[in-house]
């Protein structure tokens, strides 16, 4: 039973390169996230999905875009990466969205 | 919007050294209350769920209590395997924040020998 995969788990990109974080769950779940990590600011949530077809804002959602493929997989996008998106991102998912979530081991993400 | 506050940032205990860890939020109401232990390079691992005043969980030394505006995290006689970061998170209330989860800045736990 794999949970929530991500890929890849390390990632370096040069400022302005564009890359796709890769998520899926083998659940059954309706919601998914993506989190942001960073030393002293806790978790962050950057988008939501309650349902297949549906994404929401989280609290820092500049710079990223998300696409809910089908009810398996939540990619997270960023089209022109900055320094400032140097972070550990973690897709995370929940059979609804007030029930506790399960997260993946992380992408670790460094941007020169 | 809820805020969700943890304390002690960090807490040093020795093997065996009982204490407790306080997860408070500013906004009423009994969504749930998730606890999560992290462990250094991986992503939260899901401990429990509370939705009740009153209400205990429990996993070998730890026990999780809530109440209508706090949650405690007891670690009974805890061994260095208990180390970690242990986060806790709430549910969004209604309108367009519903289920979105707010976590605390997480308690780092080290156990010594």
């Known amino acids: ?112 | 919007e809820d805020q969700v506050t943890q304390s002690p940032e960090a807490l040093r205990l020795q093997e065996g050294e009982s204490s407790s860890l306080n997860c408070s939020y500013t906004v009423s109401g009994l969504r749930g209350l998730f606890w999560y232990r992290q462990d250094p390079g991986k992503g939260p691992e899901f401990l429990f769920t509370l939705y009740s005043a009153g209400e205990e969980k429990e996993k070998e030394r730890l026990k999780a209590t809530l109440t209508k505006k706090e949650s405690f995290l007891h670690i009974t006689a805890p061994k260095p395997e208990d180390s970690a970061t242990y986060l806790c998170a709430r549910p969004n209330a209604g309108g367009t924040s519903y289920g979105k989860l707010t976590f605390g800045q997480g308690t780092i736990l080290t156990v010594h020998p």
């Open chain 1, 1 to 112: 039973n794999a949970g929530v995969t991500q890929t890849p788990k390390f990632q370096v990109l040069k400022t302005g390169q564009s890359m796709t974080l890769q998520c899926a769950q083998d659940m059954n779940h309706n919601s998914m996230y993506w989190y942001r990590q960073d030393p002293g600011m806790g978790l962050r949530l950057i988008y939501y999905s309650a349902s297949e077809g549906t994404t929401d804002k989280g609290e820092v959602p500049n710079g990223y875009n998300v696409s809910r493929l089908n009810k398996r997989e939540f990619s997270l996008r960023l089209e022109s990466a900055a320094p400032s998106q140097t972070s550990v991102y973690f897709c995370a998912s929940s059979l609804q969205g007030n029930t506790e979530a399960f997260f993946g081991q992380g992408t670790r993400l460094t941007v020169v």
